[in-house]
């Protein structure tokens, strides 16, 4: 597994935005596609955004297409997602992940939905926005 750190969360206003980064480490020279969860209290963990090992692949939530942006450095392991015109219902805590290791065939387009299909975890981190 990678190991994932994520940063920038905290409290913004309607309409206001924000941005959260995940700093990757580990698992040296594999490649993976990563992506964002988030979890409101009593629900399930849902899927925000993924980008693929290129970048030149990305995927979004219907709810956040348009408003979220998802975005990686590979010479820097990192991913961000900069999160526009946020809503009360953003509220949530955000969690990056990381996919096992891809086969090259996999790197330029696989952007992932799934839970199941991704391995490893940041602690989360809390959003909320206000009204």
């Known amino acids: 597994q990678v190991r994932l750190v994520e940063s920038g969360g905290g409290l913004a206003q309607f309409g206001g935005s924000l941005r959260l980064s995940c700093a990757a480490s580990?698992?040296?020279?594999?490649?993976?596609?990563m992506g964002w969860f988030r979890q409101a209290p009593g629900k399930e963990r849902d899927f925000v955004a993924a980008?693929?090992?290129?970048?030149?692949?990305?995927s979004y939530a219907d709810s956040v297409k348009g408003r979220f942006t998802i975005s990686g450095d590979n010479a820097k392991n990192t991913v961000t997602l900069q999160m526009n015109s946020l809503k009360a219902e953003d509220t949530a805590v955000y969690y990056c992940a990381a996919t096992p290791p891809l086969d090259y065939l996999l790197t330029r387009y696989y952007t992932p939905r799934e839970l199941a299909a991704f391995d490893s975890w940041g602690q989360g981190i809390q959003v909320t926005v206000s009204s």
């Open positions: 980008i693929s090992w290129s970048g030149e692949s990305t």
């Open positions: 580990g698992r040296t020279g594999s490649k993976y596609a």
